[in-house]
């Protein structure tokens, strides 16, 4: 148990359907992140908020909309997605988005098949 | 952020110290090395880093040369819950944003 906790596990959606993806954590900490791990690919990093503020998003298409109402929680709206999204979500928490010396600690991941 | 090489794989006898190693010959003075790891499915898992000394914990050691330019993670006794995906990351000193490799897949036979 790392205390971030992703829901759903997995999740299989149609491309016309909207969905989202929750993450929370109870570790105190104030910057959280979403990454996306295809099959085969690296993890690559998708958006990060620090306090609340969203301080980086990478190039991230639009039918994927994050939300971060505090800095416990962390959503990912999906809408109109393409069989390419599926993959492994993954979201992580740090104490906050300055310095080196945040360890990030990640949630088990919610496996997504779009169909 | 400075890049990391390490090879693809490698394996080990249970019981046996696991050394893995990563190449870093770019890295700059105020950039951290990390080590996180991954087992099947699941999300990467935090186990050390380090700037210029050598670190240990509960979980590995860390061994980074003089030079900085390259280190080894050290599993003193692999089990066989240690397969896993182990990536070797420079982490920035201005933020911490973690950029993964493809790691080096470790097998732990028994």
């Known amino acids: 148990e790392t205390g971030v906790t992703q829901t759903p596990r997995h999740l299989v959606m149609g491309m016309t359907n909207k969905k989202s993806l929750k993450c929370e954590q109870h570790?105190?900490?104030?910057?959280m992140y979403w990454y996306k791990q295809s099959a085969k690919k690296p993890l690559e990093l998708m958006f990060v908020?620090?306090?609340?503020?969203?301080?980086e998003n990478n190039s991230v298409p639009s039918r994927f909309s994050p939300e971060c109402p505090n800095s416990s929680h962390l959503f990912l709206h999906l809408h109109t997605l393409q069989p390419e999204d599926s993959a492994l979500y993954l979201c992580?928490?740090?104490?906050?988005?300055?310095?080196?010396?945040?360890?990030?600690?990640f949630g088990a991941g919610t496996r997504l098949s779009v169909l | 952020d400075a890049k990391t090489t390490q090879p693809p794989s490698m394996d080990c006898a249970e019981g046996r110290a696991a050394n893995l190693p990563c190449n870093h010959s770019?890295?700059?003075?105020?950039?951290?090395v990390y080590w996180y790891r991954q087992i099947h499915s699941q999300g990467p898992q935090y186990i050390i880093h380090g700037l210029k000394n050598n670190e240990t914990n509960e979980m590995a050691s860390l061994i980074i040369t003089e030079d900085r330019k390259s280190s080894t993670l050290i599993l003193p006794h692999a089990t066989l819950r240690d397969t896993a995906v182990y990536y070797c990351i420079v982490v920035s000193g201005a933020n911490s944003k973690l950029t993964f490799g493809k790691g080096i897949t470790l097998s732990v036979r028994p």
């Open positions: 570790l105190g900490h104030n910057a």
């Open positions: 908020y620090n306090f609340k503020e969203q301080t």
């Open positions: 770019t890295i700059s003075g105020n950039e951290y």
């Open positions: 992580a928490s740090s104490q906050d988005g300055q310095g080196p010396k945040n360890i990030q600690y």
